[in-house]
């Protein structure tokens, strides 16, 4: 009899594993500063309802703070310097001048260095899928895709426009579209998605935010009218998954990439050092926040550093040396990446403007990133709710490497890779 019983607890155990796994949709809003949440006021009625029932707060990102390397390292729980997302696509060599150019088009496998979540999903048999992720064109273990550049060739738009969820003109030269209208479609998508496939794991990313504060700044009225929209867009999915009576088994992450910084004055590094006679010789990749220095001709390193240490605006000069430190590949190990690492001071940023001066301001306050992780005001958003949350559970400032650990653990599946641990979200 004691036999009986122990063969058949045996045959419930991968039952009762299955049963302890829930849902999980992770919602990105890029852009999402978590010193926005400190104000009172900030129309988000659907995320401080999540907060309420769960748990929220700042993120500490790693460098650079980019969206594609932030968002690679919560999917895989490890930095840039071992996924290998360093910009908005792969940092590729060109063969002639500039010597490197970002292509966003290549596919994940070859663009992501190590397992992602999504990965460990699908070898355990359960579904993913994505809307407007990154860093995953292509992705074998992704099981319904809704792209960022859709199209009416792809599968799950055809599917949507044949239901009659969005039309045929919703994703014509939808790359052209504004960005609010392609958040809306790409709303309609995880809403679909989740009433009609109900995948084990969304993946879910929104721009809105992230270009209204490029281009007015952040704490602005438009920025704060962005959140607003997103907080709708939010609802939306809040609510598909009560439609699909999944509400007892479903988590919700909500979270951004990094904050941003509001600037005046523009660095404008490729003229000085053109005037310095370094012209073919030395090129400044510019990311707002922050520079990427490739030196061609290793014999005039100690002149770049001189005439970038004498730029009005740069705020520190990082070498090799440095990079481990703030987490960034050395271009020996990675040669993506450049031989000098610059950042900007407050109220500047880098602008690959051609011609003029090396400095200029700007008409009207604009808003970039890529600035140090360690700055508050970079630091992104972190809101757990649902599945697998305790309410009221205080958590601190916690760190994006721990997002693809939480995830995992929330799906019952394993991350070995990953560097980052899951959450204590229970």
Known sequence: MKKLLRIALLLLLPVLAFAQRGKVVVI????????????????????????????????????????????????????????????NGAIVRTGTWPPVKVDPAVDKEKLVKVPTVYDAAHQAGLTTAQVDWVAINNAPTITWAFPELASTSGSLER?????????????????????????????????????????????FHLLTLDSTQHEYGPNTLAARDAIAFLDSCVAQLVAAVHDAGLDSQTTFLVVSDHGFKGFTKQIRATNAIEAAGLDKKVYVLP??????????????TARTREVL???????????????????????????????????????????????GPANAAVPQIGGSHAYLASDPDLHPIFIASGYGVRKGVQLGLV?????????????????????????PLQ
């Open 28 to 87: 990105s809003l890029d852009g999402f500063p978590a010193k926005a949440l400190e104000d009172p006021k900030l129309p988000i009625p659907t995320l401080r309802k999540l907060m309420a029932n769960g748990t929220g707060g700042p993120m500490l990102g790693i460098n650079p703070t980019i969206t594609w390397p932030n968002h690679t390292t919560m999917v895989t729980g490890v930095g840039a310097d071992v996924h290998g997302l360093l910009l």
């Open 309 to 355: 240490a004498a730029l009005e605006g740069v705020g520190h000069i990082y070498g090799p040396d440095d990079y481990a430190a703030l987490g960034l590949p050395r271009p020996e190990h990675d040669p993506q990446f450049g031989q000098l690492f610059v950042t900007a001071k407050e109220g500047y940023s880098f602008s690959g403007t051609t011609g």
């Open 159 to 203: 599917e949507m426009i044949a239901k009659g969820v969005i039309d045929t003109a919703d994703v014509t030269d939808f790359n052209k579209a504004n960005i609010v209208f392609r958040d809306q479609i790409w709303t309609r998508a995880g809403a679909y998605l989740i009433r009609e496939h109900k995948p084990d794991l969304l993946l």
């Open 287 to 300: 990311e707002g926040g922050s520079g990427y220095v490739y030196i061609e001709d290793p014999a005039v």
């Open 399 to 423: 760190s994006n490497l721990d997002v693809a650990s939480t995830i995992a653990k929330l799906l019952g599946v394993s991350l070995p890779t990953a560097k980052g641990k899951a959450l």
